[in-house]
């Protein structure tokens, strides 16, 4: 695993290596270098399984975090790999070429994130969202509670209470809850 | 043959189609249900429907979960005389099974649509009140009844198979009374109905009424 890591260190320069978990270690790549990488792993290591591939909305740091979950069955091991793209180009690399399945996420991030893929099958067509003619809804500045309010309308009559103060009131009051 | 209502003044505009499919489709408005003139024949009609529910196969959200057991035989619906049926043509009863989204609405309008009267519409749990958990959802719809009529609620997250039987006994006794106008509500304010319906499916390109 360490001759593995070290390996992909010296020819692919990743970092940010963390062993999250017994049988799961993360890192961060680059984007240019994250195809060949992928390619190299499926190909040469056994890391023949596409688990998932998902997103992150760092909006602080102005970076999407691309994430591809990798699993080796021999090993029973698996690698996250963390691809930080702009926020500003969100553009990628499409990896149908090396797992099929992986235009179906494509398409989903395109559609939640606005993500794009240059390539991908099918990859503008609508998937959830039909006729969506906002910002995409992952995004974190897309205010969802507004967008709700006055797409759908509330119905008069609905009471929330604030979770916290309410199992501190009227759920455990023996517990320092005394004011109310 | 489809018939074309030639009265334009009353006829809707389909304008969600192209031009080729607006000769295959009709543009007549919906017709109300008139009840018989003679008021033992409508009971007798009344206590009939009440009697043979034949419920939508489609789960349209996570409450759909609920009717599987009620068909089987811990809950037995069979014994109110409710059914599933596989279309929309067979049936009379569609039970929204918890949350709408939006995709999932263009599909229930499309099949509440093709339901013949008279047909009834329960509204399982409380999303479709007032949006229940997902009431901030940027997919969910927030007051189902602004899109189709609703004839009985079944509040709940989610309402056991229990509370459906007695939901479905309740709208056996609204049936029987003769109350359920849910589908002649939907002729009336049909207008207003399809107003809201497309306020929040934008890619409309179905006909407006006539499947």
Redesign the interface.
Known sequence: MNDMLERLQRDFNISDITERKSRLTTFNVKKHSAETLLRELRDREGYTHLNFMTCIDYIEDEIFTLVYMLHNYDKKYSLGIHVNISRDNEEMISIHTLWAQAWTYQRELREMYGIRFPGSPRVDE?F???????IP?MRRE?D??K??EE?????A??QSEEPRQHMKVEIYPNRGGSEK | MFKKTLNTEDTLENSGLTDEEQQLFSNARPQAYEPYPIKAVEDFANWARANSLWILAFGTGCGAIELRPLMTARFDANRFGVAGRPTPRQSSVFVIGGYA???TL?RIVRSYEQMQGPKFVIALGICP???GMY?????????FD?YLPVDLYITGCMPRPEVLVAGIMELQKKIKAGECDGANRYVENFDWYKTNQK??????DMPDYNW
């Not at chain 1, 959830?128 to 906002?134: I, N, T, V």
């Not at chain 2, 306020?199 to 409309?204: D, E, G, Q, R, T």
């Open positions: 609508d959830c969202l039909e006729g969506w003619d906002q809804p897309f969802t509670k967008f709700s797409r759908f309308g509330h119905r009559g609905r | 989204s939006v995709k263009k009140v007032n949006g009431f901030d959802s940027y997919n969910t719809v927030n007051q602004q306020k929040v499916i934008k890619n409309w």
